[in-house]
């Protein structure tokens, strides 16, 4: 596990701490669910400015110049800061925001390293590189304690509103706890009829984490990287061999790879959200979430069936 340690880091010197009421604060977010966890943490309090626009893609989305010129009006940013957002930093150094105040939610949480054992193929990898899943945000767990120190953070930014943001965000996260304390309930029931899994990509690993289930398989090299011929054939022979029963898909993922996995393999498909693309909204996180382990305890009992 790796933690990193900075959880407000300036990227340049602050001549002022905090942002006078009279102001409303200014956050730019660059992933949907920070959108959602400012939105209820904060309310009304701030403007949320997403980095990219509704609909793209953040792994290969191309700044314009009206993006820059955004950032550069920001009084604080909520950045992935462990590699699934690295769009924003030369959109950042573009805008020269040297008073922006940068906020790493991931910071001190035990990131899951990458285990090429997990994967289905055989891939070259440079030993001296150790590779950390970024995908912390498609999770529960995770994310509460994420939500917890966006809202440290915006408190330090707006002291008059620290204890009404800090309150939000309890309430946030008690209706996440009950989410995934009702979905372990239901995956508890078929405790011990679980069958081998695999997803399309190491997306999830959070996910399945906070929820106990472990995955045999997973069949992108990285996520938004096709398989190969090669390795798509490798998955096959490998959920064969392992015997998986259910393989976990993305919304978007290229139907003709799930429908040759199961042309060959018979396991059932689901589908679960990343929770990315589409529109910035308050209520996207948790929809979505909820959505996925919905979706991963109804697998589980329709398998045991």
Not at 22 to 38: C, E, F, I, M, N
Not at 89 to 99: F, G, I, R, V, Y
Not at 131 to 152: C, E, G, K, L
Not at 219 to 224: A, K, N, T
Request: glycine content about 6%; charged content about 25%.
């Amino acid at each position: 596990m790796k933690k990193i340690t900075a959880t407000v880091i300036a990227l340049g010197l602050l001549s002022v701490s905090t942002v006078h009421a009279a102001d409303k604060l200014r956050v730019g977010v660059t992933l949907h669910p920070y959108y959602s966890w400012v939105a209820n943490i904060a309310g009304d309090a701030v403007e949320i400015v997403p980095a990219v626009p509704p609909g793209s893609d953040p792994h290969s989305y191309q700044p314009q110049p009206q993006d820059i010129a955004r950032l550069a009006k920001l009084d604080a940013i909520v950045v992935n800061g462990s590699g699934h957002d690295d769009f924003i930093e030369p959109m950042l150094k573009a805008a020269n925001s040297t008073h922006l105040v940068r906020i790493e939610p991931n910071a001190g949480l035990p990131l899951i390293p990458v285990q090429q054992k997990h994967y289905a193929f055989e891939e070259k990898v440079d030993k001296g590189q150790v590779a950390y899943n970024s995908h912390t945000f498609v999770s529960i767990n995770a994310s509460i304690q994420q939500i917890r120190a966006v809202a440290d953070a915006l408190a330090k930014l707006r002291p008059e509103d620290a204890k009404q943001f800090q309150s939000n965000a309890r309430a946030y996260v008690k209706k996440l706890r009950t989410m995934l304390a009702a979905a372990l309930a239901r995956i508890e029931k078929v405790k011990g009829q679980h069958p081998a899994i695999a997803t399309v990509h190491d997306g999830y690993a959070y996910l399945f984490q906070d929820l106990g289930l472990e995955v045999t398989a997973v069949v992108q090299p990285r996520h938004g990287i096709e398989p190969s011929a090669r390795q798509l054939a490798d998955t096959i022979k490998r959920v064969k061999e392992a015997k998986v029963a259910i393989l976990f898909t993305e919304a978007d993922y290229a139907k003709k790879y799930t429908d040759a996995i199961y042309e060959e393999t018979g396991c059932r498909l689901y589908a679960l959200s990343h929770i990315s693309g589409g529109g910035y909204t308050a209520d996207r996180f948790e929809k979505d979430m909820r959505r996925n382990v919905d979706t991963i305890a109804r697998a589980l009992e329709e398998a045991a069936r």
